[in-house]
């Protein structure tokens, strides 16, 4: 890793199978790409859907490290992960094996087709900025800490995946 490496973050998510097992299964793949160092895994949590609410609820992480990629690299990865596990891209916001969601690199801000930096719903999502604020908590969301906005999502029924039994 060369000295320009920023501060990256991924979203993780499943809801079809094992949901747990496949956030874990992103999660080695990323971390074993020669485009990451010092990557960690928040907590898995268990969250309710978002946008399409008449679906299984998913098992859900984020995992931040750094990297000197170009954005355009990460989210090759991010899609390389997704194709290699079998994820096959059907309703939007529907049921999904895995999705692997490239939030941030840096401070870069990029808007075109197919990569928008930073994710622009990052903010809405108790399922990503609660555990983006174990890890990162005070990265700044839309002018706010993670810590400050993760406050905003409590009593929503989100649940540590340990605290409801593994998955």
């Given at each position: 890793m060369?000295?320009?490496a920023?501060d ?6 499943g809801?079809i199978g ?9 999660f080695?793949?990323l971390?074993?790409?020669p ?7 928040s907590?898995l949590?268990?969250?309710p859907?978002?946008?399409k ?5 998913f098992t859900?992480?984020?995992?931040a ?19 290699g ?5 059907g309703?939007?916001?529907g049921p999904?094996?895995?999705d692997v ?5 840096g ?21 990503v900025?609660v555990p ?24 929503e029924?989100?649940?540590?995946v ?6």
């Amino acid at each position: 890793m060369r000295e320009r490496a920023v501060d990256v973050a991924f979203g993780l998510g499943g809801n079809i199978g094992d949901g747990a097992g496949a956030v874990r299964a992103a999660f080695a793949a990323l971390a074993s790409s020669p485009l990451m160092a010092e990557l960690r895994l928040s907590s898995l949590w268990r969250t309710p859907p978002w946008g399409k609410t008449d679906q299984a609820w998913f098992t859900n992480a984020v995992a931040a490290g750094f990297s000197d990629a170009a954005p355009e690299a990460l989210l090759a990865l991010a899609l390389e992960i997704e194709r290699g596990m079998g994820r096959v891209r059907g309703e939007r916001w529907g049921p999904r094996l895995i999705d692997v969601d490239l939030l941030y690199v840096g401070e870069a801000r990029i808007a075109r087709a197919g990569l928008t930096l930073p994710h622009p719903r990052m903010a809405e999502r108790g399922f990503v900025i609660v555990p983006l604020a174990e890890l990162r908590p005070e990265r700044l969301i839309e002018g706010r800490t993670a810590a400050d906005r993760a406050r905003d999502f409590a009593g929503e029924g989100m649940r540590r995946v340990d605290e409801v039994g593994g998955r």
